[in-house]
């Protein structure tokens, strides 16, 4: 009887414990929520964290495709980066070297979401602008 009447005294104490630790660590009316920050943006990802790239560019597959006055572009559509002539890595080219350097880094989102592939003759120079 006696470890009965223990094991009911040991429930009641936990039992208040517990509603005084809630009552304690409830959230008062009118207290805003706690928000946590984020790891960053995707305008912070370097390329030296994956998950970040990886999750920039899924938020980056589900927003419209943005463009950079290089609607032209999208014939290369399917295009193997080994396969331009120079001409045509030159109209690449030509809208890389137009936009400012912290564009560089979104318009190689936009040329992956739509499947276009830099050509090989412009890959460093985009690489360069991306790295900064």
Same mark, same amino acid.
């Given at each position: 009887?006696?470890?009965?009447?223990?094991?009911?005294?040991?429930?009641?104490?936990?039992?208040?414990?517990?509603?005084?630790?809630?009552?304690?660590?409830?959230?008062? %009316?009118? /207290?805003?929520?706690?928000?946590? +920050? =984020?790891?960053?943006? !995707?305008?912070? !990802?370097?390329?030296?964290? =994956?998950?970040? /790239? #990886?999750?920039?560019?899924?938020?980056?597959?589900?927003?419209?495709?943005?463009?950079?006055?290089? %609607?032209?572009?999208?014939?290369?559509?399917?295009? #193997?980066?080994?396969?331009?002539?120079?001409?045509?890595? /030159? =109209?690449?080219?030509?809208?890389?070297?137009?936009?400012? +350097?912290?564009?560089?880094?979104?318009?190689?989102?936009?040329?992956?979401?739509? =499947?276009?592939?830099? +050509?090989? #003759?412009?890959?460093? %120079?985009?690489?360069?602008?991306? /790295?900064?």
């Amino acid at each position: 009887m006696d470890i009965f009447i223990i094991g009911i005294g040991s429930l009641l104490a936990l039992a208040i414990i517990a509603a005084i630790a809630t009552k304690f660590t409830k959230k008062k %009316e009118g /207290e805003p929520d706690v928000v946590m +920050p =984020e790891s960053g943006d !995707c305008s912070s !990802c370097d390329g030296t964290d =994956e998950k970040c /790239e #990886q999750v920039c560019m899924m938020e980056a597959a589900t927003r419209d495709i943005e463009y950079y006055d290089d %609607e032209e572009l999208d014939r290369f559509r399917g295009r #193997q980066s080994d396969q331009y002539t120079d001409e045509e890595a /030159e =109209e690449f080219a030509t809208v890389l070297y137009t936009m400012q +350097p912290h564009e560089a880094k979104g318009w190689n989102r936009s040329l992956i979401l739509r =499947e276009i592939n830099v +050509p090989n #003759q412009i890959k460093d %120079e985009l690489i360069t602008m991306i /790295e900064g």
